[in-house]
């Protein structure tokens, strides 16, 4: 029997309010319940709210089927949830040679050092595979629940390393070499430089070497005799007092013995197992079991390494770090200079630059009163042709030299800014420094008339101090 409440009231149906969420990724459904008799809501109801809010895709039809079956008013419910877009993966370069060039030679048991026992030339045959590609994958598409596609970003292309002397496979993923030859990594890209190898001494037989690509000398470069490499160059053998040029690495397996007229000069490494009255210079680390009486200088690192290693007069400029085990004269002072935190090439240019920039501007100077005369005739109409043909050739040289002169303080202002961020480095002896030894760093010097133990140098706000060996 209908109460007089509700006799007094028409029925009102279940309403159902849709609501579209989180950036168009879901759907929520809120029903409020009938009133006075009205009609709950039906399956058939929902799914047309659901339409009506434009919601067409990734709707749960077994929740609207259970909604409708026992109905659930003044509550949210999630109906329909987005298919989130996926980014594509980037390209990724798998490399198939080995790329350190920072190889350790093995120490034997009684801190003597194998420098035989490298394992660093690298070579590559014609269409060895140098690096291969796994391709960026496109992602995948998604879809919000308005049916609105959503379109992923596409994985990130990698560029091959590609150098000299290696080409691309028909598929574009793969890195080739183009050649035989030693596979390198120069800056960032990977080359296969030709290798060029000496069956024996480069001596009155070879004569000097100039060559395109990377040396192998399975003897010793006698002195007196020239050796140049657009690579690497591998000595498995010794220099004499000779000259050694390379724009890559230089290993010498035996020991480099100086008499004041050769040199070893590296872009990169150099690595011998001794190093006597000699001049090496390299842009990266200098690495031996045993430096004496030599002129050293190093862009990066001078490690004087072994247990037994041993660091003994002359002078040793590193940007970085000197390490060794022992350094300066044990049973009597030998002077010994080590200087860390300056750059040799650096400091090299800046003089350079000094000298060219006073003789363009002389230069410059001496061509002002010629020009000043030269255009006063051409002003009085007195100027021949001969003498205006003077005239174009000095303005043109005075705005060549000035263009120069404008290039070269350029850069000067640049190596004054790179030489004013050096200045630090440290000293690291891991058994002992004997007096004798002069220490500068930067601007700072010490000279050591004390012996000390597990010791480093370094800079600090009042100069050069030293604490517990730390390297």
Do not use: W
């Amino acid at each position: 029997m209908e109460t007089s409440r509700e006799q007094d009231h028409q029925p009102i149906d279940a309403i159902v309010k849709v609501t579209v969420t989180s950036g168009g990724m879901e759907a929520e459904l809120f029903v409020f319940p009938p009133q006075y008799g009205g009609v709950q809501p039906t399956a058939e109801k929902l799914l047309s709210a659901l339409a009506e809010a434009k919601v067409t895709y990734g709707i749960n039809h077994e929740m609207i089927e259970s909604l409708a079956a026992n109905p659930q008013y003044n509550q949210k419910f999630t109906v329909a949830k987005g298919l989130q877009s996926v980014d594509g993966t980037p390209a990724e370069l798998e490399y198939k040679v080995r790329l350190s060039k920072d190889l350790r030679p093995r120490e034997n048991p009684d801190g003597s050092v194998d420098y035989k026992d490298l394992g660093i030339v690298q070579n590559v045959m014609e269409n060895d595979v140098l690096c291969a590609k796994k391709p960026a994958s496109p992602g995948e598409p998604g879809c919000n629940v308005l049916g609105v596609a959503l379109q992923p970003r596409p994985g990130r292309d990698v560029a091959f390393p590609m150098g000299k002397n290696t080409k691309l496979s028909n598929d574009q993923l793969q890195l080739l070499a183009a050649c035989d030859g030693q596979v390198d990594m120069i800056g960032q890209n990977l080359q296969v430089l030709n290798t060029y190898t000496i069956t024996g001494d480069v001596s009155n037989a070879t004569g000097n070497i100039n060559f395109v690509g990377s040396l192998i000398i399975n003897g010793n470069v006698l002195a007196g005799f020239t050796v140049q490499a657009s690579g690497n160059i591998t000595i498995n053998g010794s220099v004499e007092d000779a000259t050694v040029i390379a724009e890559g690495n230089v290993i010498v397996t035996e020991g480099i013995l100086g008499g004041g007229q050769g040199s070893v000069k590296a872009e990169g490494f150099v690595k011998a197992k001794y190093i006597q009255s000699g001049v090496v210079i390299a842009g990266g680390d200098i690495e031996s079991t045993f430096i004496q009486h030599s002129n050293i200088q190093s862009n990066s690192n001078v490690n004087v390494i072994g247990s037994r290693g041993r660091l003994t007069g002359g002078r040793v400029v590193a940007r970085n770090n000197i390490n060794c085990a022992s350094i300066g004269g044990k049973n009597n002072v030998i002077p010994t200079t080590l200087e860390v935190g300056s750059s040799p090439a650096t400091a090299e240019r800046h003089r350079e630059l000094e000298k060219l920039i006073g003789t363009t501007g002389n230069q410059i100077s001496s061509l002002l009163p010629g020009i000043s005369m030269l255009e006063r005739m051409e002003k009085e109409g007195s100027i021949t042709a001969d003498k205006r043909e003077m005239l174009n050739q000095a303005k043109a040289a005075y705005q060549q030299l000035n263009r120069n002169l404008a290039e070269m303080e350029a850069e000067m202002e640049r190596v004054d800014e790179e030489l004013s961020k050096l200045g630090y480095g440290s000293v690291n002896a891991k058994e002992s420094i004997y007096p004798g030894v002069r220490i500068i760093i930067g601007s700072e010097q010490m000279l050591l008339e004390n012996q000390y133990d597990f010791t480093s140098f370094i800079r600090g706000s009042e100069g050069i101090s030293f604490v517990p060996y730390q390297a």
